[in-house]
C-alpha cells in the first residue's frame, strides 16, 4: 500500500512542480485544448446557410444582362456571406465557452484575411482593366488559398476544402464561360457539403 | 471503473517548495480522478467536452501524440465509461469515433472545480 511518507515525498520532490503550480497548468492545458479544439469546429451551419445564398446568387447573376450587373450580385452575396459568417462563428465560440477572440480564432484570421485582401485588390485591378471574366477564377483560386491558410491550425477536412476551391478556381481560370456555374459549384456546393460535414462530425 | 485516489502522500508532496502549509495540504485535498490528472486522458476528455465527437486521427493530431499512446490513454477512458468509441468503415479504412459519455463531463466539470479550489486556497494562504 502507501510507502512511508519520507520516501514518497522525496520521489515527488525530484520530479514534479508544486500541486498549486499543477493545477494551475491543467486549468491552462485544458482551455488551450479546448480552444485548439474549438476550431476543428467551424461553423459548420453557417456554411450552409452561405452555400444556400450562393446558390441563389448564381442563379440570380446567371439572368443578369450585363457584367456589371453580374459583378453586383456577386459582391452583394460576398456581404451576405459575411455577415453570415461572423455572427455563426460568434455563436459556435458562445457554444463553447470561448471568446471570439481566442487563440485559435486569430490564427484563423491571420491565415486567411491575406489572400481575401489580395482578391480585393485584384477585383478593382480586373474590373479597371474590363475583364470581368477572369473573377470567377480569381474568387476561387484565392478563397481556397484563404482556407488552406486558414486552417493551417485545423482539422484536415477544412484543408481538403480549401483544396476543392483551387481546383474550381483553376478550372474556371481554364474555361471562363464556365465560371458561374463554377462560383456555383465552389462557394454554393462546397460550402454546403463541407458545412453539412464539419457541422455532423464537428459539434454544428 | 474509475480508478480513484487521494493525492495525499503522492501529488500532494508536489507542494514541496511550501514546506510550511504542504503538511495542510495534504490534510486538506480533495480526491482527484486519476484518470483525469494525466495529461493526454486530460486532453481527451477537454477536447470531447466541446465537440460531440471526435475522431481518433483528430484526437492523435490534436494532442500531438502517438497512435499507440492516445490508444491506450483512450482505452482506459473507455474502460471507466468516460467516453465512448464508435467503430466502423469506410470502404476499408477501419475508423474510431469518440465521445464524451455524461459520466466523463461530470468527472472533467468536477476535476475544473477542485483545481479551482485548490488554486483559492492557495492564494488565500
Known sequence: MLDSRPHRLRRAHSRSRPLPQRALDDLRYIRETMERSAFTASPGWGQVLMGVTALAAAALARRQSTETRWLAVWLIEAGVAVAIAIPATQLKAQRAGLPLTSGPSRKFALGFLPSIVAATGLTFALVQAHQIG????????LYGAAVISGAAFSIPLLRSMGFCFLLAGALAL???AWGNLLMAVGFGGLHMLFGAWIGVKHGG | MAARLKLH?????KSGPRR???ARHADELPDLDRLIHERIRLGIVSALAINDSLSFNDLRRLLKTTDGNLSVHARKLEEAAYVTCHKFFEGRIPHSEYRLTPA???ALEQYIQQMEELIRRTRRE
Not at chain 1, 477572369?134 to 483560386?141: A, K, S, V
Not at chain 2, 502522500?9 to 508532496?13: I, S, V, Y
Open chain 1, 134 to 141: 477572369l473573377l470567377p477564377g480569381l474568387w476561387l483560386l
Open chain 1, 174 to 176: 481554364l474555361y471562363p
Open chain 2, 9 to 13: 502522500g503522492t501529488n500532494c508532496a
Open chain 2, 20 to 22: 510550511s502549509s504542504g
Open chain 2, 104 to 106: 466523463g463531463r461530470r
